[in-house]
């Protein structure tokens, strides 16, 4: 026996096959199981999507049973685990990931789905437990209110300063986004931040020469 295979077979004896019984793979899969629904609802409860995908939320409970059976198959032998680490190197998922939140959900499902298939069931639990307080309580941090739009179309050619006059009265602080004059027109946009919305509107389309005068929300990005 020469010095390669004395080698091949101390390394193959460091890594012996564990015997992966029935009640094992019924008790991972039941916790896994049982956990993938919590996901399931904590994602439910969560999203504020407008369109909600539900096939998305389907995904996520299936994908921490799939990942705990690959652990499950890759403890009960070495050559198994090696060919499903090359099978798995090659798959590329193509579907890209709009909302960050998702892929929070995404990472916890197959961290689920490995620390249930390694049987440590209390870390998974209280994994879950602490992700979803996590979660909630960031999520119930109050944000910045996002600017709005004013956007005003007028006939008087010189009226922006009145209408910018008529903004200072309600804002603290103003911005122009935008300004356009044409042959008999002027458009201008304004950013800012307002409470009374609906008299700043209605004294702005007061104005002579008034075409039109709208104030639009948006769900962008507050910057503080």
């Known amino acids: 026996m020469g010095f390669q295979d004395v080698f091949k077979k101390s390394f193959l004896e460091g890594f012996t096959s564990m015997d992966i019984t029935t009640g094992k793979i019924a008790a991972t ?30 995904s996520l409970a299936a994908m921490s049973l799939i990942t705990a059976a690959i652990i ?15 099978a798995l190197s090659i798959i590329r998922f193509r579907t890209a990931i709009k909302d960050p939140m ?3 959900f995404l990472f916890w499902a197959i961290s689920i789905g490995i620390i249930c298939g390694a049987g440590l069931y209390e870390v998974a639990l209280i994994t879950s437990v602490a992700v979803t307080v996590f979660i909630l309580v960031l999520d119930m941090l109050p944000v910045g209110k996002a600017p709005m739009m004013l ?74």
């Open 29 to 58: 899969l039941f916790v896994t199981a049982l956990l993938a629904l919590y996901i399931f609802a904590i994602y439910r409860l969560v999203t504020r999507k407008v369109f909600y995908s539900k096939n998305f939320n389907i």
């Open 151 to 224: 956007v005003v179309n007028s006939s008087v050619m010189d009226g922006e300063k009145e209408v910018l006059a008529i903004v200072a009265k309600y804002a603290g602080s103003y911005k122009v986004k935008s300004r356009n004059l044409s042959k008999g027109r002027l458009d201008l946009v304004v950013e800012l931040r307002v409470k009374d919305e609906c008299g700043l509107v209605s004294e702005v389309a007061a104005m002579d020469g008034m075409i039109s005068a709208s104030l639009i929300a948006h769900d962008g990005e507050v910057t503080f």
């Open 102 to 104: 998702d892929l929070v």
């Open 72 to 86: 499950l198959a890759m403890q009960s032998n070495l050559v198994i685990s090696l060919g499903m680490v090359g």
